[in-house]
């Protein structure tokens, strides 16, 4: 989290998804592994689904902003997340600020 409304720190936190059978999962299931405590409005409509040659594949159907590469993502279109990429996603009107990182893990660590 890189800026909350309550100004207290939450530390980073990782979602290890291989193997998981859901067919697509929300931004709010993430946040509640994580254990962030923050009503994020619209965090249910943040969708992500596997795609090719291990992408994460997202689509935003809510009012939070989400940036990658300094480009603000439209609404109700299919992006891609490969690893070693990420993107922002703000909440509550700027009130809340995430960061999320896509990256490949070693088998071992799966």
Request: overall charge positive.
């Amino acid at each position: 989290m890189l800026k909350g409304e309550q100004e207290d720190d939450v530390a980073p936190c990782s979602i290890k998804l291989f193997g998981k059978s859901r067919k697509s999962i929300s931004f709010d299931w993430i946040k509640d592994r994580c254990g962030i405590d923050y009503k994020l409005s619209d965090a249910d409509k943040i969708r992500f689904t596997g795609g090719k040659d291990h992408a994460l594949c997202f689509k935003n159907s809510g009012y939070a902003t989400i940036v990658k590469e300094n480009q603000i993502l439209k609404r109700e279109r299919k992006y891609s997340l490969y690893y070693g990429e990420k993107i922002l996603l703000i909440f509550n009107n700027g009130g809340t600020e995430i960061e999320l990182h896509y990256k490949n893990m070693k088998p071992s660590e799966r």
